[in-house]
């Protein structure tokens, strides 16, 4: 389940950082929540924080440099999904990322850390 | 500072970039597909052969099942069984050929079985374009030909970098289909950039591994052989024919590998290659992964008649040249992550086959709006071919795996024939076809179509799997599961490409639709 939770904030990361981007809209719908700069911003600082979460959390489950390779792996991947279905599918997309993002935080909460 | 090249330059890498993508990108897309495939060999291995499926037998001793093999050549390879499961086995390749043999070794039974099913591993050898028949040529032709997509790769960088940011997350499919294949092969390739790179920077070096190091003996080692061995370490696999000596008998295995372990004892012996074996300077390289080192594995050289510790390969004592080959192998080959990290490689290689296959798309669309020729309608065609054709050879391959009787001696011969027929044949269906897009929607159905009875065909050979009547594997579970999914994605795509398409009273040959002349559209329209 450890993979799966790493999985899933690296999913809310590319879902920030698509967010984020000025770009990032179906005609001219945004995610209001990022409208401003300053909402970009601390979603772009947000995302960086889950990126190392994860990399943290991988590395109690395997050693050496394979965190870094998880990391970029995931967000590479990720990210191509997110700017592919965005476009096409926001809501889905957000609300992928909350559910996501509150069921890896409930499952540490009740089984703990590796 | 400004990202912008100069007219001229920008000119020169676009071209450069158009014409070593066009060329090199429907080879190139089969080897990603394939190598996609490939990333789940274990489980496929598994899936495809009951013999893997059991529990490992017992063993009095390593030594056992090299007992049971009725003659054993002077260079072999010997498999122990991984993760609990299957047979030990042996493998070599017949005596100045290139033609690889594998042998299940039951120790119990005390019998010899010869390898009769390799659908997984034909699709992993196929992916660096290897065959016993064709031998290294057409593996270094693949590894020089992903130079030229190394070159497609860094100019389509440098003609995109000052677009990089700014069109990161842009898809517009609404906006038609060349804006679409467009921004799809620019996401794609952006996110996937170092993906890409890594993996053909790693494959050319896999592929081109034994050439580059026959033609570094003369001028790096003065054409000493040995040291040249040596050095490369396990660099390289298949070696120069070097003199072992007189004949000589060879300790035991299990002598040998105790050895191995009394100068390694982290390693966990997996699986030994003989070099020699019967000779009085014969080796054993005692090979499996390192604890505590996630990252590679590890190597002891023992002398099969002596016992004398020959060389150690570990992440902490190996050469340059060792610690660059384990990184290499160790990336490209995915040893790190688990599964996990096999899923997002997969998502990143349907990527870059989404990648190669719209800058083929992005190519047509540019020239349709001027004159179209010959090579653009061939194109067209080839790239449906191709694009559509190497899935539906892949579905027809697993498909005769499950149909043709395990214990039939020419069954792996007779799968190579079925993808290859396959392959050939969707090509020459896409050739012949005037409508690209009825080229995917039917091989892509078909391919679909194909699957679907897998699960209920693979019950003939193993009740291990999702509709057997044994206890489900999971590994053998997973594999039917998937081939179902799979399925039903390629019938979804075939069912909306052919949604997509257009209605056939006004269906143009696709020369005309590239063509694009008022007049033809007339003519051909006129009832």
């Known amino acids: 389940m450890t993979e799966v939770v790493v999985v899933l904030w690296l999913y809310c990361a590319a879902v920030l950082l698509y967010g984020a981007d000025l770009r990032s809209r179906r005609g001219d719908a945004r995610l209001e929540a990022l409208r401003t700069p300053a909402h970009r911003k601390g979603a772009r600082a947000l995302a960086a924080g889950l990126c190392l979460l994860a990399g943290w959390l991988w590395a109690r489950i395997e050693p050496g440099p394979a965190p870094y390779f998880m990391v970029l792996v995931g967000l590479m991947a990720l990210g191509t999904v997110v700017a592919l279905v965005g476009s096409r599918a926001p809501r889905l997309l957000w609300t992928g990322a909350l559910a996501g993002g509150a069921l890896s935080v409930l499952w540490l909460l009740v089984a703990g850390l590796p | ?110 019998r010899e079985l010869p390898a009769r099913e390799r659908a997984a591993a034909f699709l992993y050898d196929l992916h660096y374009l290897w065959h016993d028949v064709t031998g290294f040529w057409l593996q270094y032709g693949a590894g020089v030909l992903v130079f030229g997509f190394l070159l497609a790769i860094v100019t389509g960088v440098l003609i995109h970098l000052k677009d990089l940011s700014r069109q990161l997350h842009q898809f517009r499919p609404e906006r038609g289909p060349r804006v679409a294949w467009s921004d799809l092969h620019k996401v794609a390739g ?73 100068a390694e004892p982290r390693l966990t012996p997996e699986s030994f290659v003989f070099r020699g074996y019967g000779r009085r300077d014969g080796t054993v390289d005692v090979r499996g992964p390192i604890a505590g080192h996630a990252f590679g594995a590890g190597l002891v050289q023992v002398g099969v008649h002596s016992a004398r510790v020959l060389g150690i390969e570990t992440p902490e004592r190996e050469t340059a040249v060792g610690g660059v080959a384990r990184f290499i192998h160790g990336l490209h080959t995915v040893e790190y992550g688990g599964l996990t990290a096999r899923w997002l ?23 349709q709006a001027r004159a179209s020729g010959f090579g653009n309608v061939l194109l067209a065609r080839l790239t449906a071919g191709v694009g559509a054709g190497t899935l539906f050879a892949v579905a027809a391959l697993f498909l005769s795996s499950r149909i043709l009787p395990m214990d039939w001696e020419g069954r792996t011969r007779a799968e190579e024939y079925v993808l290859a027929g396959s392959f050939l044949g969707s090509l020459a269906w896409g050739a012949c076809s005037s409508n690209s897009a009825r080229t995917w929607w039917t091989l892509l159905g078909g391919a679909g179509l194909l699957l679907l009875p897998i ?68 003519a051909r329209n006129r009832p």
Not at chain 2, 35 to 54: D, H, I, K, N, T
Not at chain 2, 467 to 493: E, H, T, Y
């Open chain 2, 345 to 367: 490689m997969f998502v990143l290689a349907v990527a870059g086959c989404a990648t190669i296959l719209s800058g083929n798309w992005v190519w047509l669309e540019r020239r």
């Open chain 2, 455 to 522: 699960p209920v065909l693979a019950t003939r050979h193993s009740q291990l799997g999702l509709l057997g009547s044994g206890a489900r594997d999971p590994s053998v579970a997973a594999v039917d599961v998937a081939m179902w999914i799979a399925a039903a994605l390629l019938l979804g795509l075939a069912w909306r490409i052919r949604a997509q398409a257009r209605p056939a009273g006004s269906q143009l040959s696709e020369s005309a639709r590239l063509r694009g002349t008022a007049d033809e559209l007339l």
């Open chain 2, 1 to 110: 500072m400004s990202w912008k090249l100069s007219r001229h330059a920008f000119r020169r890498f676009w071209d450069v970039h158009a014409w070593a993508g066009v060329i090199t990108s429907l080879l190139v897309y089969v080897m990603f597909v394939l190598g996609s495939l490939v990333l789940f060999y274990p489980q496929l291995a598994r899936w495809e052969e009951p013999l893997r499926q059991g529990p490992p037998p017992p063993m009095a001793s390593l030594q056992q099942p090299l007992a049971v093999a009725n003659a054993l050549p002077e260079e072999f390879y010997y498999y122990l069984p991984r993760h609990d499961q299957g047979l030990p086995k042996l493998g070599y390749y017949l005596p100045g050929t290139t033609s690889w043999r594998e042998w299940w070794l039951d120790p119990v039974a005390m």
């Open chain 2, 190 to 262: 952006v996110f996937g950039l170092p993906f890409q790179l890594v993996y053909a920077l790693t494959g050319t070096l896999m592929a081109l591994a034994p050439l580059l190091f026959a033609l570094s003996v003369a001028p790096v080692f003065g054409g000493d052989e040995r040291a040249a061995v040596q050095t490369a370490g396990a660099l390289i696999d298949d070696l120069p024919p070097l003199d072992y000596g007189p004949p000589a008998a060879p300790l035991p295995l299990d002598v040998l590998v105790a050895s191995a372990r009394a």
